[in-house]
Each structure stands twice: as structure tokens, then as C-alpha cells.
């Protein structure tokens, strides 16, 4: 069992710039969620689906961020354009229809 | 609005000792909790949870207690061993087990196992 995978590790790019984060979620899980941890607000949910269909955005800070999930096996956040304030570790989790999520290692953001 | 609250942003035990990490919410719908430990550059992993159902679910050494009255949780670890040294988060779901939905994090404790 693999885990969660996501990719990049580590994300550096300039303001203005689009930056796109992906995820592979474990075999055979039905949910996705993408998390992002600030100092300021800890962990917080962005976006979640099911069955690859999103659920609750509302935690999508603005226009600027959006979330795909073509296939069962794959789903991408994207920033555009990326603001210094998009500076975060995001995580993307995944489940088997249960509250207990599985997290990825998260890639550090920084926009400069 | 913080309805999950950790207040104790740091916890500081000897090897061997009990920890125990305290866990507060505020909204009336969660009825489902949980505890993730977080280690330095990596995700959180899931260590234990409990439905509001509940009011005590052990696994080796870790016992999470809940006092739904009060709004209130508890994670001891017994013995705590220097690997247990992480950040500790608790989370609240407002579905129960079967169901997968959003948690709301709080901002954790980080614990310090000494020798």
C-alpha cells in the first residue's frame, strides 16, 4: 500500500504565476480531500468529493483556486494566479467512506 | 470562530509517564471524534476515534475519552515512550462511522517525551 501520493514535494514560484498541485489517492478509496495548514489557521478543508464528484467547496478561498477529480485515481488543486498569501503546506487525504482520512506527505507551497 | 479547540499548545512529559492531551469543541453537531499525530515534514496519520455514542475506545496505549455534557476530550497515552513526541491533533466530524465528511482540525499540541 503506497498511500496517499502527492506531488510536487516542495513548490516555489513566483506571484502571478499558476501552480498546479496533484494527488493520487489510495486504491480503492471513494473520498478525496484537499486540506491546507497555515500558522494562522491551522488545518483547514478546502474542497472534499465522493466518488469523484465535489461535495463541499466552501472552504475554497476564492475564484482563484479550483479542484478537479477526473478519475478515481487522480485529482489536482490549482492556483491561478498564485498570491503570496497561497503560501501553505497542502495536503490531500483520502478515505473509504469513513471519517478516518489518510493523509499525504503535503506539498510546501511558497509564492514570492 | 474556532469550534475545535486545543489549549495547550505544548505538553512536555517524562518517558513512562501518562500524557494526556485535552480537546474542546463547540458545535453541538459533531458526533464523531478523532486524533491524528503529526510528525516534522510529513502528513498527519490517524491514531485513534470515537463516536459520540461513546464514551471510551482504547487501543494499546492510547485511550480517548469523551464527555459529550461538556463538550470534551481527552487522548492519554500510557506509557508514553519518546517516539510519541509529535504534534497532536484533535478532529471533529459532524457524520458518524460509515460516512465520510469534513473535519474540523484543532491547532494542536506538540508533546515532548523526555527521558
Partial sequence: DAGVIQSPRHEVTEMGQEVTL??????????????????????????????????????????????KMPNASFSTLKIQPSEPRDSAVYFCASSRGTPEAFFGQGTRLTVV | DQQVKQNSPSLSVQEGRISILNCDYTNSMFDYFLWYKKYPAEGPTFLISISSIKDKNEDGRFTVFLNKSAKHLSLHIVPSQPGDSAVYFCAASPSGTGTASKLTFGTGTRLQVTL
Fill in chain 1, 22 to 67: 496533484r494527488c493520487k489517492p489510495i486504491s480503492g478509496h471513494n473520498s478525496l480531500f484537499w486540506y491546507r495548514q497555515t500558522m494562522m489557521r491551522g488545518l483547514e478543508l478546502l474542497i472534499y468529493f465522493n466518488n469523484n464528484v465535489p461535495i463541499d467547496d466552501s472552504g475554497m478561498p476564492e475564484d482563484r483556486f479550483s479542484a
